[in-house]
């Protein structure tokens, strides 16, 4: 026996189904149509799962997952949904549910679930235990020490071994990338691949055959068949950054491998069934350009089963420290050096500073600093801030429009331009274009080399 399960539902086509389906596979099958009764066979028998509709008389499935966790801890719990309803799913994965289906499922990740959802139960997962906050935190490859990161944390360790999807929002910079590769790393998933994608940037058509494929002459230059990457990530997870970038025309597109999980390659005129896991993110607000017609509606629900928003540096500073000692730790490293700490005034610029590029910036600010540092302790003087250094330059730039500004960029940009216009002036003299620019020479050379300025 591979484990004893119990079904309840109230539609008895849907209970049958499933009974001659899991019994098939040499599960142990008891079935209930109401909740009550199941309750009642909770209280008189072992079950390793339940699986249950969402939506009864009576009682809803929610209610019914309370009263289960009140008889037994342990049991798992896969609910049936007639529809993703997103905040349903989103709160019974809170209530300890294991996971959820929806009704129209296929057989395979039916059952894949299921074998998971037994699996996990036998082994007690290592790492499953809540992180407490107040303590310093690695997760992945991310630290913190701030409350709500801990929180959101100890969520994806919940949640990171179902199928639902999951939408990241947070500034640029707050680690949503880190996330949902944490999440990939957390789910049993995690010997398959994370294929990430950015939607932003690549022109639609490139971006359709990139995510789906394309057969051989489908277009001028499609010279061989090619596989699309929701291909390549069978059995694993597709990142899709920048989500709010994507054009109506494979929005549709998405929005289909979200509710049939297959779709077709560009020119190709056959169904191809996947199973993935589909984490989005972006730094936008998302339910604004819902509102504005510019996102659909029904994609943002799929996408959004468990959202997770990343607080911006500036509303965890207390995270400051411990990231300023784990970059210099890891700069001094690559690039030898003794630096093992930080004066405590440059530290409190830091902790003054707002970083609109959040840990990234605040990554690049120290790599800079352990770069230039001649003394083994990170000094104010280099300490450079990007915004500081650049105000009016900034200032010299339109508006920034609905469509938004990649700052890093747009520094990095004025900033090559500036020492490129610099040492133009003094005919390539390094000690004269540093002086100009009020910098050291050191700090010059290693700016052109991360700049690519000859
Ligand atoms: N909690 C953390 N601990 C340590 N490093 C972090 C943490 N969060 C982010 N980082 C660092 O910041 C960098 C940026 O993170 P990431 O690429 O995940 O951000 P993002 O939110 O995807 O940014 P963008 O919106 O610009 O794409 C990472 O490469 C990592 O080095
Ligand atoms: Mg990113």
Sequence with gaps: MRGHILIVDDDREMRDFLEILLEKEGYKVKTAERADKALRYLSQDEFDLIITDLKMPKIDGLDFLRRVREINEKVRVILVTAFASAETAYEAMKEGAFDYVEKHFEVDSFLDIVERALKQKKEKKEGDGAFTPGQVVKFGQMLTRNKE???????????????????????????????????????????????????????????????????????????????????????????????????????????????????????????IHVNIRIISATNR???????????????????????????????RKEDIPILVEHFIEKYARAFSKEIRNISSYALELLSQYSFPGNIRELEHIIERSVALETSNIILPDNLIFDLTKSEDALSKLDEIGDEGINLNEVLTKIEKSLIEKALKKVNGSRTKAAELLHITVDSLKYRMEKLNIT
């Design 149 to 271: 990161m801990i929180r959101i944390f100890n969520m994806i360790k919940k949640i990171a071994d179902t199928t639902a999807n999951v939408l990241i929002l947070g500034e640029s910079g707050t680690g949503k990338e880190l996330v949902a590769r944490a999440i990939h790393e957390h789910s049993s998933r995690k010997s398959r691949p994370f294929v990430a994608i950015n939607c932003g940037g690549i022109p639609e058509n490139l971006l359709e055959s990139e995510l789906f494929g394309h057969v051989k002459g489908s277009f001028t230059g499609a010279y061989t068949d090619k596989i699309g990457l929701m291909e390549l990530a069978s059995g694993g997870t597709v990142f899709l950054d920048e989500i709010s970038e994507l054009t109506p025309a494979l929005q549709v597109k998405l929005l289909r491998v979200v509710e049939e999980k297959s779709f077709r390659r560009v020119g190709g005129g056959e169904n």
């Design 285 to 315: 607000n998302l339910q604004e350009r819902v509102k504005a017609g510019k996102f659909r509606e029904d994609l943002y629900y799929r996408l959004n089963v468990i959202p997770i928003e990343l607080p911006p540096l500036r509303h």
